[in-house]
């Protein structure tokens, strides 16, 4: 899926703030506030904006524990699909990838308290054939982010990633 420099720069704006007025967009990247609409539109309907939603302080709704749960399963992964549709349900549960390694799966969930935890590994051992389980409870955070780094190039992010430098 091709996106030129001004969908990229309008995504980039968008990630930052999406409340930003169309007006203020088409500021930014020199076209009009109605091609900025219909940008957005196209953008919509391919699929690249998926949805608009507001980053929420966990802390401040009483959730001060962010832990990563690595899951390994007895049986074969693709038998475990109605485990993980269950699992996924807990609003705990912010995070769940299928991944390649010793482990099955890894969940990011955000809890109240350590008993809180205890109670949510119950569920996911409830919902999965699970051998095992480890938990990693987070200490503090350098950097938590949903943007995606959209100004760059696929083949210039590919390289910047093999390379560890700006291109």
């Known amino acids: 899926m091709m996106l030129d420099e001004v969908d990229r720069k309008i995504l980039d704006l968008l990630q930052c703030d999406a409340r930003m007025t169309n007006t203020a967009i088409a500021e930014q990247v020199g076209l009009s506030a109605p091609s900025v609409y219909e940008r957005i539109k196209k953008l919509e309907a391919r699929g690249v904006i998926k949805g608009y939603t507001a980053l929420l302080d966990a802390e401040a709704l009483g959730l001060p524990i962010t832990a990563f749960i690595r ?3 007895n049986t074969d992964v693709e038998k475990e699909k109605a485990g993980v549709a269950r699992l996924i349900e807990a609003p705990e549960v912010l995070e769940c990838h299928h991944v390649a390694g010793e ?3 890894i969940l990011k969930v955000k809890v109240t308290s350590p008993q809180h935890l205890e109670r949510l590994l119950t569920h996911v051992r409830a919902s999965l054939n699970v051998a ?3 938990s990693m ?4 955070t350098a950097k ?3 943007r995606l780094p959209v100004l760059l190039e696929p083949r210039q992010r ?3 990633a093999t390379v560890g430098r700006e291109l």
């Open 103 to 105: 482990d099955c799966f």
């Open 144 to 146: 938590e982010d949903t």
């Open 132 to 134: 095992r389980t480890v």
């Open 137 to 140: 409870i987070v200490l503090s």
């Open 71 to 73: 899951v390994t399963v």
């Open 158 to 160: 590919a390289l910047k």
